[in-house]
């Protein structure tokens, strides 16, 4: 991961010497969005909202710094194409993660532990997009990390908070809005729509005492 200012990179590749036969490019994106959820969850508990773009493609790194087509295509998602706050992947990739994630999802099964489907990747109008609240959603609605603990409905009231601070403060600036552009008004009211639909899906008559948790290594 890098970071400046206030953006952040994550970079997520196949280990040095795995075989061909072994690399499987949407369970390497799946792996790597629902790892990133981890972190965004934090920023979200912390009250920011959150704004990206994911690709998938060639990127160059080392201790220095980082460049590559996946890196300015990842820029121009996150500046101009996610106009609202929205973890967007590339149309190409969000299509295809989207249809795949249909595909390897047994609805039998989901239906037996889970009032309802979650998806990792979501679509609204012809934007796919990162579900940060994937895992609160599909597992426990509690996430026990490290050094925190972040709980669905309290990110949802500590951004609830947010939101209903920064409308009242740009309330009045609708009017000055450039033609085709989202106002910051109506970023705002785009989640805190959005963060309505945000709720855990298990079906507490099937299943109860649910528990996530990250643990890491040395």
Known sequence: ??????????F??????????????????????????????????????????????????????????????????ESSYADVPMIALSPQLGKEFYEWEESETSMEIVNFPMTSRSMLVEKE???YFLNIFYQLEAFSPVLDLEDECVELDEIKRNIYRVILRDKEKYKDK???????????????????KYLQTKHNRM????????YSGVVTGD
């Open 125 to 127: 109008s012809d934007k």
């Open 1 to 10: 991961m890098y970071s400046f200012s206030d953006c952040a990179y994550f």
């Open 12 to 77: 997520y590749y196949y280990k040095d010497g795995i075989e061909e036969y072994r690399k499987d490019d949407m369970k390497l994106i799946q792996i790597a969005m629902y790892n990133t959820t981890i972190s965004l969850l934090r920023i979200l508990n912390a009250g920011y909202l959150l704004r990206g773009g994911i690709t998938f493609g060639d990127a160059y790194f080392d201790e220095l710094g980082f460049f590559g087509p996946a890196v300015e295509e990842a820029y121009g998602l």
């Open 203 to 210: 079906n507490l008559d099937i299943v109860s005492g649910t």
């Open 174 to 192: 609708q009017v000055a809005k450039e033609k085709r552009k989202v106002t910051i008004y109506e970023k705002l009211d785009w989640f805190e």
